[in-house]
């Protein structure tokens, strides 16, 4: 029987990437872009390398990571989210595809040399999930997550109340995380070198003629030490 949650992602399928990330505009692509970098900077992904992307959703980001020559892996509780994405990614790259909850991988033990995820593990029960993705990690493999920052003024609102919950398309059961809650969890699932960064104040749907200042605005507010604490998401990353 399908859980609420993978319901849920199947009946909002058609309108993810429009409503929830707005994908097709400035600066929900510029957003989408640094991900993939990061995640291609901090993993050093090689020729050849399995990566596991989990919550691969309609496939924005598997599109960007599907070309670098590496076996891509993509994985979501939604068969509808997937459907989409192997639409995306087979135009222009490759990868296989598997309908999983990511608390019951079908993969063997060490599978991968990587494990990365967008806005994913908020919608988890963390300390269920990490054990099984430490479990699929090769020795020495690395990950990187990019999820949502709770000390984000309007991250804060918005997991907090109803209606604002509500308006933004968040299931009840999802949340955001402080910095130092989140690498400790990490931690205490065995993984090493835990580092957990804030970073990105460009919200998706920013217009489109101010993307680019407002991000390179952002970009700056990184820099700041007690403003970057604020920043929209955070970046977590380490190895096993």
């Not at 959703?57 to 076996?71: D, M, N």
């Amino acid at each position: 029987m399908k859980s609420k949650e993978g319901q849920y992602f199947d009946n909002i399928a058609d309108v993810f990437d429009t409503h929830f990330n707005a994908y097709s505009k400035a600066a929900g692509a510029l957003r989408v872009k640094r991900r993939i970098e990061l995640f291609f900077r901090h993993c050093r992904f090689k020729p050849g390398a399995k990566i596991l992307e989990i919550g691969t959703g309609t496939g924005e980001y598997a599109k960007g990571l599907s070309v670098y020559g590496s076996s891509l892996f993509c994985t979501d509780i939604s068969f509808n989210m997937l459907n989409k994405a192997i639409t995306k990614v087979t135009k222009q790259g490759s990868a296989r595809f598997f309908v999983s909850d990511i608390g019951q991988l079908p993969s063997r033990d060490e599978t991968f040399d990587a494990v990365v995820g967008n806005a994913v593990l908020h919608h988890l029960d963390i300390k269920k999930a990490l054990p099984e993705l430490f479990r699929v990690l090769k020795k020495g493999g690395v990950f990187a997550f990019t999820e949502p920052n709770m000390l984000n003024p309007q991250i804060f609102l918005q997991k907090h109340i109803r209606f604002l919950r509500k308006l933004a398309g968040d299931t009840d059961t999802e949340t955001a995380f402080l910095r130092w809650q989140i690498r400790k969890i990490f931690e205490s699932s065995g993984f090493k070198a835990v580092q957990v960064e804030p970073f990105d104040f460009l919200h998706p749907h920013t217009p489109g003629f101010i993307s680019g200042v407002v991000n390179s605005a952002g970009l700056a507010l990184e820099k700041l030490f007690l403003c970057r604490e604020i920043a929209g998401s955070l970046l977590i990353r380490g190895k096993k």
